[in-house]
């Protein structure tokens, strides 16, 4: 296949994640995306300071500004440390990772169906108390059933009570999902000190007085640690060799499985559905998100990894139009959400094939109109950024198109592409 990269782009398509949140109220999504966004760099105010304290009061700044981290999507940028035989350099790779909103909804909405369709992957939000509760169970079953691939977190590991293996188990025996540890934490409550790399045998220790943004330390395992870390690693190699046929048959043929391959089949097996790497830390207390960050990397689909996205041809059903991620094809997008805040009308969408720059024509097959581009931009914490061009397989948003609705396609004026079908039961938001 030809390189399906634009030489402009400031980040290959292999590195980019499109990914969601998904949680029930008050499970932690707000707190573990802030967090995200402070260590990919999105946010800079609460490093300087140096507690809690000044979250809230960054926070506070952002409400006031008309601007919320949840918003429609984020697009933020992670440095993960280059892998050299099995474990890390400090020289670091670029990855741009755009988390979309996913809302909570109790209902199989079309906005739901939508959020989870431009995703890519989603990172699944447990409390370590409370485990499986009844509404993680209909989120969880709304991300099953669009069969997006997903990593579990298990939040708020600080609290009293919190205990990782219960919370595994819970997710085993009540969602009956395929869970299988890849950070487990070392300590609980007030001793949480750190976190099992289940992959590669090794502790990451992250020091309580650091401040936002410092990194950890990673160490042998000592003592206890050898043993759960050594049976979690069984358990795991034994999903992975008969969750992904490749890895399999490498056991079967006796050839060495190291880290290195059991990561590679275990990619495989996650974005197949056939397992859910489960990661154990705590947001609130600014421990393990970092790695967690990193498995996003490791284990969920990018862009390149997903199936084409099917629509068809204007009247013609039958005729069907694949987009597969390229920046040389012609330009398919998908409008997910429209967003409204102080500075002014947004248009979030996703390009599914080719790219759009700011200045080009936009073709719309459900108005079979064609607008201009005035400005696109990408939300980046605090700021909305300006950009000229959005390539395939990521997010931005369109300022000022007027006739659209949410589910809209964008194409190139040469396609009648519909990725969706332009009817659905709820309220059109006109933005003339
Ligand atoms: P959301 O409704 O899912 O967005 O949840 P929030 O992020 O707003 O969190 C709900 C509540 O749990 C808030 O009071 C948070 O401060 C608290 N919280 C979130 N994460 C943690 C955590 O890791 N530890 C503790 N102790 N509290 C947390």
Known sequence: MSNPNSPNR???LERTRNIGICAHIDAGKTTLTERILFYT???????????GAATTDWMEQEKERG?????AAVTARWKQLKEEGIYKTREMEDIRVNIIDTPGH????????????????????LCGVAGVQPQSETVYRQAEK????RIAFVNKMDRTGANFENVVKDVRTKLGAPAYPILIPIGAEENLIGQIDVVNQKAIIYSDDEKFGSKYTVRDLEGAEVARAKAAYDELLDAACSSDEELGMMFLEEQPIGPVELKAGLRRAVIANKIIPMAGGSAFKNKGVQYLIDAVIDYLPGPLDIEAQKGHVVDEPENIVEATPNDNGKFIALGFKLWSD???????????SGKISKG????NPRTRKSERVGRLIQIQASVHKDIDTCYSGDIAALVGVKDVRTGDTFCDESLEVLLEPPTFPEPVISMA
């Open 10 to 12: 400031e980040y290959p």
């Open 41 to 51: 760099g999105m946010i800079h105010k609460i490093g300087e300071v140096h507690d």
């Open 67 to 71: 601007i919320t981290i949840t918003s």
């Open 106 to 125: 109790v209902d199989f909405t079309a906005e739901v169906e939508r959020s989870l369709r431009v995703l890519d992957g989603a990172i699944f939000v």
């Open 146 to 149: 669009y069969g997006v691939p």
């Open 342 to 352: 102080k500075f002014g009308r947004l248009v979030f969408f996703r390009v599914y």
């Open 360 to 363: 080009d024509t936009i073709y």
